[in-house]
């Protein structure tokens, strides 16, 4: 899978956006870009994926750049809940559901009220 | 949906003793399973993956006669820390996967004495 860079922390304030930046200039294709978050001693949870065009849901938006090589995370009015450590990851998306995950460093994004 | 279970959330044992932790899918079957373990201020690293009704698959580094997974059914698998020592010490995470998605378990907060 191809790797991934984020800046290592961000703030921002609450009730503003948050945009969280990821490089992927190695990106093949056919891999998709996945967003998953980390809040403190849990379990990472699932935001949002996309594979060329930009993605909203109820959490947040998926912005891909046209040549795919970077994606921001958007969320638009951030919370004191969404402390936590953003993780950017890109894969393939198989056929079947044998496939890893490869955990970066993420990004630690400190929400400030 | 889609929820996953682990328990226990937190475990003290003494050194040289065997831990088992369990991790369930509650409202689907996964015929995937996979283990990752996270040590403080660090990302999240894959063990192994475990497929239903076989051998788990390890990561290279991690010692499968230490780290024994078993993954009897569709909802169930289990990671043993056999004769558990301080380094073992660590945040241990499942997840699993149904329709090429990974769900996550909230995590086991293993402490070694």
């Known amino acids: 899978d191809a790797k991934t860079t984020q800046p290592p922390s961000m703030d921002c304030a609450e009730g503003r956006a948050a945009n969280l930046p990821c490089n992927h200039s190695?990106?093949?294709?056919?891999?998709?870009v996945y967003w998953y978050r980390q809040i403190h001693s849990q379990g990472p949870q699932y935001i949002i994926h996309?594979?060329?065009n930009n993605e909203t849901n109820e959490m947040a938006s998926l912005i891909i750049t046209e040549d795919r090589k970077s994606s921001t995370l958007i969320l638009p009015h951030a919370t004191l809940r969404d402390t936590a450590v953003y993780y950017c990851?890109?894969?393939?998306?198989?056929?079947?559901?044998?496939?890893?995950?490869?955990f970066g460093k993420g990004t630690l994004l400190t929400v400030n009220p | 949906g889609a929820v996953v279970s682990q328990h226990p959330s937190r475990v003290i044992c003494k050194s040289g003793t065997s831990v088992k932790i369990e991790c369930r899918s509650l409202?689907?079957?996964?015929?995937?399973m996979f283990w990752y373990r996270q040590f403080p201020k660090q990302s999240l690293m894959l063990m192994a993956t475990?497929?239903?009704?076989?051998?788990?698959?390890?990561e290279q580094g991690v010692e499968k006669d230490k780290f024994l997974i078993n993954h009897a059914s569709l909802t169930l698998s289990t990671l043993t820390v056999t004769s558990a020592h301080p380094e073992d010490s660590s945040f241990y995470i499942c997840?699993?996967?149904?329709?090429?998605?990974?769900?996550f378990g909230p995590g086991t907060r293993l402490t070694v004495t």
């Open positions: 997840s699993a996967s149904v329709e090429d998605e990974q769900y």
């Open positions: 190695t990106i093949s294709g056919n891999e998709y």
């Open positions: 996309g594979l060329k």
């Open positions: 990851i890109v894969r393939f998306l198989s056929g079947g559901s044998n496939y890893k995950l490869t």
């Open positions: 409202d689907f079957q996964a015929t995937t």
């Open positions: 475990s497929n239903e009704g076989s051998k788990a698959t390890y």
